[in-house]
């Protein structure tokens, strides 16, 4: 069984960069999207990155678009997020979630979730 665990969270000043990892314990992770979302206090939870079993194709949401980047090493049953010129907007906590097949957007899409790791960003 997919057993997400995430790590790599921090406080950050606007325009650093942080590397969040999200790990599989259970080792049962190849064949399913990867995907990172986030939930900021108050909004809901939205769509961070995603990428595909094979790792070769990736998703972004617009606003996060060339600044993070989502990787998978299967090898390590892991998936990383390379955040850089980070913003104070991207503040929250950040989940990593698994789903079979494709990438979708929508949280309701995951089985799998891991427990969150909080980023801040200061201004």
């Known amino acids: 069984q997919v057993q997400l665990v995430e790590s790599g969270g921090g406080l950050v000043q606007a325009g650093g960069s942080l590397r969040l990892s999200c790990a599989d314990s259970g080792r049962t992770f190849i064949n399913y999207a990867m995907a990172w979302f986030r939930q900021a206090p108050g909004k809901e939870r939205e769509f961070v990155a995603g990428?595909?079993?094979?790792?070769?194709?990736?998703y972004y949401a617009d606003s996060v678009k060339d600044r993070f980047t989502i990787s998978r090493d299967n090898a390590r049953y892991a998936v990383d997020l390379q955040m850089n010129k980070l913003k104070p907007e991207d503040t929250a906590v950040y989940y990593c979630?698994?789903?079979?097949?494709?990438?979708?957007?929508?949280?309701?899409?995951?089985?799998?979730w891991g427990q969150g790791t909080q980023v801040t960003v200061s201004s």
């Open positions: 990428i595909r079993w094979s790792g070769g194709t990736t």
């Open positions: 979630a698994a789903k079979r097949t494709l990438v979708t957007t929508g949280p309701s899409d995951y089985g799998y």
